[in-house]
């Protein structure tokens, strides 16, 4: 019986998603491992699934030795060294439409308890003041709410807070025009801009170098007297220190925190301004969230360790998963194109060129790059190199790659990928594309024109195009107890040199290719390749 994988889980998860992962690997749910035993073990495991608070750097992974996915039962990732898992060849998946209604529901609730003194109040009362002057706020109604970053949750923030009756605007440089539009949000240019006309600031964004302490003094100098801020994004994006600036002064007159800067905080000195409405980054915990969460990751550690694509793999590009279902097959051709060259060839390669045509090219064809230089590098660097590590690897080696994609394909097949591979003296070409039954066909190569099936062990050569070359060459095959299932004979010119592409049921032994190199009429070695 084949050992099952083992998975190690290192935070909370729900209880749905430990029952998934139980059903398919060896689980040790060890909520809150100290970090110096997860460094001990982490050897042991071939997945790990975490929250926010475990750290997967570079000192985790390179003691990781079997690690071949990290699972981030979540969305944010900067927990996470993606670049350090991406050099060894480690997936990062994490769930980030899991959690988002719940993280946008948080910010609601922490701008409305913050503007109205809920907490605050809520304490005083149940210390035994009945007493209302202190606590009044102000409405929603009418007001302007500044988001920072209008991506997932940003958005859903600015959807709410319109049946609020609030004037929603919003700084994101990175997204389309269509986008504030679609969400009912004015764009602002700036952030000084949005913080000028704000009365309410809410930020969205990652915490990244670009967005730490993104709302700082000086944004804070030219927002409105008595601003309202809210952070239910990561710790930091809102300077703490400017934050309690403002609230000296005046300028600031309610606080929501669900981030801080260093977690899990505990005696930060926000906590004694009872303007600041406080939740120890509950943002994701609710019950559906964290289903969906759990159930999540878990379907995609389970999915990565059986060597398939993952939906929400964070260092590759990101695939819509019905488009996935489209590609696969593409994939998977382009992996075993790649397969051929070092299978055949033992020069150093120094430039390669894809070309995509077809109705494919509507689609991000990125993961088929990606999966040809998997392929390519394979018989050289065996399992070192993934999905993940594919395109860095090729970089290290120095191959230059370029894409191209044209709407046409220049021959009789719907699409078709064309490759040319350089080396210092010559050029291998092929052509291929998938079969009515989705499965990869070799359809040229070299100029050839072939039709053959990448799968199991197939046997190249060329031969003289003359009577003869192909019956011994069989007879020799069956005399040796190969049985051919398939075989495809291509030439560009009668009587000049011909190839035979031969799909073949077992392995075939040195000594009998040694010997399938005298038959006259055979050009060169015969390459058994094995896909
Ligand atoms: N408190 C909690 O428990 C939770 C917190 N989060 C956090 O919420 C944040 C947002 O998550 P999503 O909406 O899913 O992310 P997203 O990736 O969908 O949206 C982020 C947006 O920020 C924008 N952005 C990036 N840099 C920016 C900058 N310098 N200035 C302005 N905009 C910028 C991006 O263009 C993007 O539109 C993340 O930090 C995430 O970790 C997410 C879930 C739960
Ligand atoms: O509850 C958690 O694990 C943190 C949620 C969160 O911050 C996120 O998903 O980015």
Redesign the pocket.
Known sequence: MMERKRVIVSERIAEEGLQLLRSELDVDYRDGISRSELLDIIDQYDALIVRSVTQVNEELVKKATRLKVVGRA???IDNIDVDACTRYGIIVANT?DS??IS?AE?TISLLLSSVRNTAWANDVLKAGTWDRKPFRGTELYGKTVGI???????SMVATRLKAFNMNVIA?????ADERFERFGAEKKNTLEELAQEADIITV????NE??MH?INEDILAVAKNGVGLVN???GGIIKESAIIEGLESGKISSVGL??FEKEPATGNPLFNYSRVVCTP????DTYEAQKRVGENIAEQVILALKGGIVPNVVNLPSVLSEELDYLRPYITLAEKMGNIYYQVEKTPISRVEITYSGPITINETEMLTIGFLKGLLEPVLWEKVKYVNARLMADERGIKIYERKEEQSPKRYKNLLNIKIFNQDREMELSGTISRARNPLLVEINGYETEADLEGYVLMMQNEDRPGVIGTLTTALGEAGVNIAAMKVARKTKGETAIMILNVDNKIEEDTLKALTRIDGLIGEPKLLHF
């Open positions: 979540g969305n944010g980030p959690n988002t993280a948080q920072v970053g209008l991506g997932r949750i940003g700084y994101d440089p990175y997204i969205h964004t990652p915490r670009e967005t993104l239910c994004a990561r669900d981030v980054h509950l943002g994701a």
